[in-house]
């Protein structure tokens, strides 16, 4: 991408987000607001489809909880596939407040709606041939597909392709 198209690189990102910290703003807030933010936009695409959230290890996996809390208490059918263990304290407490039940593989899971969770801003390296099978799966199984930061496998600050990146229909 051309930087006069550039919204933010990662390390910018990431100063905007710890400038908000240094004022008080705790990470699992930011989480909340930026899971509640997307799931207002999941919401409306889904139309009363059920939807599969692919949540990864670190913050953009925390917010694929909140993401998936806030689709379920609407009453939308919601499943979690979570292939790693969040690595964040704010990823650990929003799994445990999503509650649901967390699968570690996409076995038969289908529906309306695919949100991408798995990696967010400042991957640099490509996926692992198992994440990206898992990723090209689901999306192949699902009707819409949607990215939180930008589709996994895909580099934050350059938009280089990392690996083979399934085509998705929103980015948030």
């Known amino acids: 991408m051309p930087p006069a198209e550039q919204v933010l690189t990662a390390a910018q990102m990431r100063g905007a987000e ?6 008080g703003v705790s990470v699992d807030e930011l989480m909340q607001r930026a899971g509640q933010g997307a799931a207002d936009w999941v919401w409306r695409v889904a139309g ?5 959230v692919l949540c990864g290890p670190g913050n953009n996996g925390g917010d694929g909880y909140v993401i998936a809390q806030a689709l379920r208490e609407r009453g939308l059918a919601v499943a979690v596939i979570a292939p790693l263990d ?3 304290d704010a990823a650990r407490k929003a799994r445990a ?3 649901g039940s967390v699968a570690q593989a996409a076995d038969g899971i289908h529906g309306g709606v695919f949100v991408d969770c798995l990696f967010g801003s400042g991957l640099t390296r490509p996926l692992s041939a198992e994440h990206e099978a898992l990723l090209a799966g689901l999306a192949a199984r699902h009707a819409f597909t949607v990215a939180v930061d930008l589709p996994s496998g895909v580099a934050t600050d350059d938009g280089e392709m990392l690996g083979r990146v399934p085509r998705f229909d929103l980015t948030l």
């Not at 710890?18 to 004022?23: G, H, K, M, Y």
């Open 97 to 99: 407040a999503w509650g």
């Open 18 to 23: 710890d400038a908000l910290v240094a004022r």
């Open 48 to 52: 009363g489809r059920a939807v599969t």
């Open 86 to 88: 969040p690595k964040t």
